[in-house]
């Protein structure tokens, strides 16, 4: 029995401009359709940062401008990145689908993630987005528009906006009727567009969902089998970069609060990704997360590489 499988994109696989991404999402779509043409049920997940950025910097130079262009509000610019995102993955998949004769239907699905409004991250904005600007152009924005804005290694001020915790997926039945249809089906991409939940409303709120932790979500709700989060290497390492480094095949929960605890993953990489892909399984027995590289899902699924965490 295959598996069904949430696969988390890093942003390697997508590049910084839309030329960028329209070629590098082609070898994406590669080892993508491997795994589906494998037999495995599968789900994609993406980051946007870069994307999300660019669109934003855009209408922000807009609506400055003599052109009267309105203000775009940041869940929209998410909303913007997770269709034209989509878009070009989901034209590549089905192109290399086709090509190896797989008539199986690819869909992306904007969707939003519910947030809790008094998810701790509302008090500590700590995700930088946009561009870079001077102290008086930050003063500015400050004043005008109530942004937090911080200095970001000397290279100027950025603004920052809080980072909250994946709570429900809004568009879940819809993700889930389709997976059943036997589409594959592009969702939560850059997170989601964070959501908090009034009655009946859903409310966009200026924040950024770490995509691992929406894919970790997303995997949970679906009751996946596995939840890949892909990166730029093909394992885990402890000691990155040292001469004691050390790549790791397999961790237990156990092992990855040791780790965590002795400082071993960069808050702004590998952190968040151990992390979700703890929650993950540890949510049910049975599941697993595997932290591998894209050309290599394959092969990790298969239990020949990558790095597989496991519950206690």
Known sequence: MKDKIVVALGGNALGKSPLEQLELVKLTAKPIVDLIADGHEVVLAH????????INLAMSTAAGSEAGTPEM???ECG????GYIGYHLQNAIREELLNRDLQIPVATVITQVI?????PAFKNPTKPIGAFYSKEEADELIKTKGFVMIEDAGRGYRRVVPSPLPV???EKETVMALVEKNHV????????????QEGNKLIGVPAVIDKDFASSKLAEILDADYLIILTAVEKVAVNFGKEDEKWLSELSIADCNKYIEEGHFAPGSMLPKVKAAMAFAES???RKSLITSLEKAAEGIAGKTGTVIVAN
């Open 284 to 286: 049910k027995p049975g």
């Open 168 to 170: 429900d997926v809004a």
């Open 185 to 196: 089906v592009i969702s939560v991409g850059g997170g989601g567009i964070p959501v908090i």
């Open 73 to 75: 509000p940041f869940p």
């Open 79 to 82: 909303a913007m990145s997770q």
């Open 47 to 54: 980051g946007n940062g870069p994307q999300v950025g660019m």
């Open 115 to 119: 947030v809790d409004k008094d998810d």
